[in-house]
């Protein structure tokens, strides 16, 4: 089982940046993602990094969203630039039980952080 936690969330005004952290603890040599849930939407992936690094991200913040992990640190972060109001959510680091991705919305992922707010102003 994996411990999440994360931070680095608040409010930022539209095009403003942002970076999340997470930070891991037990065996993390799985694929972990970063996803977010507005009020009444449903709960989307963001980004996603395998064990091998390899990374795929919703079109939604293709070219603004950057997913990272430093393995030497169990720690897993999401730089947010050009942000924009409809960034805003509850953003949650997850990691699978597998060490390569599964992208399917039916996938039960294994662990999950509490969540950090972000707050993008227009």
């Known amino acids: 089982q994996v411990q999440l936690v994360e931070s680095g969330g608040g409010s930022v005004q539209a095009g403003g940046s942002l970076r999340l952290s997470c930070a891991a603890s037990?065996?993390?040599?799985?694929?972990m993602a970063w996803f977010r849930q507005a009020p009444g939407k449903e709960r989307e992936g963001v980004a996603y990094?395998?064990?091998?690094?390899?990374?795929a991200y919703a079109d939604s913040v293709k070219g603004r969203f950057t997913i990272s992990k430093d393995n030497a640190k169990n720690t897993l972060s999401l730089q947010m630039n050009s942000l924009k109001p409809e960034d805003t959510a509850m953003y949650y680091c997850?990691?699978?039980?597998?060490?390569?991705?599964?992208?399917?919305?039916?996938?039960?992922?294994?662990?999950w952080g509490q969540g950090t707010q972000v707050t993008v102003s227009s």
């Open positions: 997850a990691a699978a039980g597998l060490p390569y991705c599964i992208y399917s919305s039916s996938y039960e992922w294994k662990s």
């Open positions: 037990g065996y993390t040599r799985y694929c």
């Open positions: 990094i395998d064990y091998a690094g390899t990374t």
